[in-house]
């Protein structure tokens, strides 16, 4: 049976409005997140795109400023700015494990884009000519008691 451990870390979004860049259509030559649902959608992205539609895609280069990318600032801590925010942080937990921890396996899981990262075991594997990973998830989420947002570390055990 697999255990699971759990750690919570309360953290803060930035005071100041952090700016990020926004645009209609897509472009192949930059990365590019994808916000098909408004629920995504930064609450006033209506003041750069003032036509904006229920089902409607916007792309986001978050702070990477392109050529063509509208600005936008935004207070991350406000209620309406929240998923958008998660999004954001995810990508910076994914980037920071992509170039500090090369070696690591990682993967989105589910609809909410939680980063997974797998990390070779120092312990043998139960087969031979197999490896063992520990597997870790890290999910942003709003502690409602603290009223602050937080960082879950989750550890799969056997």
């Known amino acids: 049976m697999e255990?699971?451990?759990l750690n919570s870390l309360a953290?803060?979004?930035p005071e100041e409005p952090v700016v990020f860049y926004f645009c209609h259509e897509y472009y192949s030559d930059r990365p590019l997140f994808r916000m098909a649902s408004s629920i995504l959608w930064p609450e006033?992205?209506?003041t750069?795109?003032?036509n904006l539609a229920e089902g409607d895609e916007i792309f986001t280069s978050f702070t990477d400023q392109y050529e063509g990318m509208k600005p936008l600032a935004l207070d991350l801590r406000h209620e309406g700015n929240y998923y958008f925010a998660k999004r954001y942080a995810n990508r910076l937990?994914?980037?920071y494990f992509q170039s500090h921890f090369p070696q690591c396996i990682l993967s989105i899981i589910n609809i909410t884009k939680d980063n997974e990262i797998w990390v070779k075991s120092n312990e043998p594997a139960e087969f031979a000519n197999c490896a063992r990973f520990d597997r870790f998830l890290?999910?942003?989420d709003f502690n409602k008691f603290k009223k602050k947002p937080e960082l879950l570390l989750l550890k799969f055990r056997k």
Do not use: A, D, H, M
């Open 11 to 13: 953290f803060e979004f």
């Open 93 to 95: 937990i994914r980037k």
């Open 138 to 140: 890290f999910r942003i």
């Open 44 to 46: 006033n992205i209506r």
């Open 3 to 5: 255990k699971l451990l």
């Open 48 to 50: 750069i795109f003032p």
